[in-house]
Nanobody, 125 residues
């Protein structure tokens, strides 16, 4: 299983931007789709964005489509989430995750087998 470490969270004003990074180690990163999830206080962990193993396909939750962009760098075992036009409702702990199956392309929590520890994103109104 891959080990995943997120970074880049913080406090930002409404309308601002943040870029989250996730560094992977201990697995064959380039064979697996990657995803970002988020969990707000009192809510279930929810899918935000995913990217296929080669990076050719990206998919998003409706709530972030057009504002967030997921990307990956297989040479550096990293995945990123560029977040623009942030809103207070984007406040959550953001988690990076690796798909459970090689070459898979999931968006459910159960599709992902490795998780990072999370990074807090707070959007002030």
């Amino acid at each position: 299983q891959a080990q995943l470490v997120e970074s880049g969270g913080g406090l930002v004003q409404t309308g601002g931007s943040l870029r989250l990074s996730c560094a992977a180690s201990g697995g064959t990163f380039s064979r697996y789709a990657m995803g970002w999830f988020r969990q707000a206080p009192g809510k279930e962990r929810a899918f935000v964005a995913g990217i296929s193993w080669r990076g050719h396909t990206a998919y998003y939750a409706d709530s972030v489509r057009g504002r967030f962009t997921i990307s990956r760098d297989n040479a550096n075992n990293s995945v990123y989430l560029q977040m623009n036009s942030l809103k207070p409702e984007d406040t959550a702990v953001y988690y990076c995750a690796a798909e459970r199956n090689p070459y898979g392309l999931g968006s459910r929590k159960t599709d992902f087998g490795s998780w990072g520890q999370g990074t807090q994103v707070t959007v002030a109104s």
